[in-house]
């Protein structure tokens, strides 16, 4: 295999650090391809739980080359200090590369996506307020800050000019806040992170990927959130700014979609959410709580409770189809060990009729009733199991649900975080 794309088929927080993490072994080059550090990715190896949220999952060995592609949004501060703290547990980070087509986040981003949330009230998204969608709003919009910009003072200086004249006037006048940003202490904090990364941007970070991908190097695409969190194909408004799906990869990493030999779609054995937006199979009150508590279902980056569900079979099928899976990693399967039922939601209701595709219109969505089949649970400890012929019989049922909504295969199963708890097919 060349290329492979690891995604999340969900609303995010699927796994994706730990498959990534786990697969990584074996390639040369770790792209991450979108998002910025509204992501959490969380790696386990023996005792020590990282936590990532810029630096690719591929970071803990030292000859994968770990790039984080043009597609993605970066907030040098953070990144910063996430290089700093892996180097405090041992890890250099010498691998690591940034591209220089890479946008910048700024304060006035993170402003706005704060004064954004305040003033939606009713319609908060209940974003990362890590600044995301503005950054992202300026690099479509033509106004942002790339890395490499960074490294030419003059141009770097007149843009941050134009941005902070247009963003204060729009906080101050629009939002009702009293922001004044200071130009030349912006400017030299950010020369300053500059300085600091230099060595490891790379100007040419499509080259970098093309080239690996004509020399047969093996190359592994992380995506970040997930495939209900895509601006084109989740649950618009309620979504991230980027596209996590398999197309995505392409276009924040830079090379063609011919490239691409195998999709790996990391898939939950349950659903979570983190904030606002449609989730037809949420459980409320005592059920979801339950789920919540077994699986740890708290932010890795914001900390916030995760909203939890039944497997939701609508989303499954949606998210096999837009991204093209070869496969699933489904992840968590242990945190079911002790349900006696299990529902999986294999159709929604609307308007008195089953439909099975996932409607795109957020109006329809809120209608939609799950429709569920219930499974029977295994109520075995499922955490040491390595070996696929040593799950229990309703625990090998309930992959094959998951596997005929997905209508492909499974490749990998995860029975808890370290890394050594999976058992491949
Ligand atoms: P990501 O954003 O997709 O990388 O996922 P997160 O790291 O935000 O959330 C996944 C959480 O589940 C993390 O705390 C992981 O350590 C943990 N985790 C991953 N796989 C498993 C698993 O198979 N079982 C259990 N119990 N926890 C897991
Ligand atoms: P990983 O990579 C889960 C959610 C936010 C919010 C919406 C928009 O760890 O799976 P944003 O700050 O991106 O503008 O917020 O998207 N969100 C995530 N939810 N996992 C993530 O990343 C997320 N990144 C963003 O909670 O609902
Ligand atoms: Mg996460």
Redesign the pocket.
């Known amino acids: 295999m060349s290329v492979m794309v690891v995604l999340?088929t969900q609303w995010?927080?699927?796994?994706?650090?730990?498959i990534t993490d786990l697969l990584a072994r074996d390639v040369d080059l770790v792209v991450r391809y979108q998002g910025g550090n509204n992501?959490?990715?969380?790696v386990?190896i023996k005792e020590t739980?990282f936590?990532l949220h810029l630096i690719p999952?591929g970071i803990f060995y030292p000859n994968v080359m770990c790039l984080i592609g043009n597609g993605v949004v970066v907030d040098p501060a953070v990144l910063l200090q996430e290089i700093e703290s892996l180097r405090t547990q041992g890890h250099s980070g010498d691998n690591l590369r940034i591209s220089g087509q890479a946008h910048v986040i700024f304060p006035y981003h993170k402003d706005l996506d704060s004064a954004q949330e305040k003033k939606a009230e009713a319609g908060r998204i209940g974003t990362t307020s890590r600044g995301i969608g503005p950054c992202y709003v300026d690099k479509y919009n033509r106004r942002g800050i790339r890395i490499s910009d960074l490294f030419n003072q003059e141009v770097f200086k007149a843009k941050l000019k134009w941005n902070l004249d247009e963003k204060s006037w729009i906080l101050n006048n629009y939002y009702g806040m009293k922001v004044s940003y200071d130009l030349d202490s912006i400017l030299n904090e950010y020369l300053g992170y500059a300085h600091a990364i230099k060595k490891q941007v790379v100007d040419e970070s499509t080259s970098l990927v093309q080239e690996a991908i004509i020399q047969r190097k093996h190359i592994l695409m992380e995506g970040?959130q997930g495939t209900m969190l895509d601006v084109d194909h989740g649950t618009y408004p309620y979504v991230t700014s980027s596209n996590p799906i398999s197309g995505g990869a392409c276009v924040g990493a830079g090379f063609s979609p011919r490239a691409i030999d195998e999709i790996i779609g990391?898939t939950k054995a349950y659903v979570t959410r983190v904030g606002g937006g449609p989730f037809p199979t949420e459980i409320d009150g005592k059920g979801g709580e339950e789920l919540r508590e077994k699986?740890?279902e708290y932010?890795?980056t914001t900390g916030r409770p995760r909203r939890c569900g039944w497997f939701d079979g609508v989303v499954m099928r949606h998210a096999s189809k837009i991204n093209g899976l070869t496969s699933l990693a489904v992840?968590?399967?242990?945190?079911l060990d002790s349900f006696e039922k299990i529902d999986v939601c294999t159709a929604y209701r609307l308007n008195g009729k089953e439909i099975k595709h996932f409607p795109t219109d957020m109006a329809k969505l809120e209608k939609c009733e799950p429709v569920y089949t219930e499974l029977s649970g295994w109520r075995e400890t499922l955490g040491k199991i390595t070996d696929y012929k040593h799950l229990p019989a309703n625990a090998k049922k309930y992959l094959d649900k998951l596997a005929e909504l997905a209508g492909c295969k499974i490749s990998l199963v995860?029975?808890?975080?370290e890394r050594g708890?999976i058992i491949k097919l």
Not at 12 to 18: L, M
Not at 331 to 335: E, N, Y
Not at 414 to 417: E, F, I, N, P, T
Request: aromatic share 0%.
């Open positions: 999340g995010g927080d699927e796994g994706k650090g730990k992501a959490g990715h969380t386990v739980t936590k999952s970040a990391v699986g740890h932010g890795a992840t968590k399967l242990d945190v995860s029975v808890g975080a708890q």
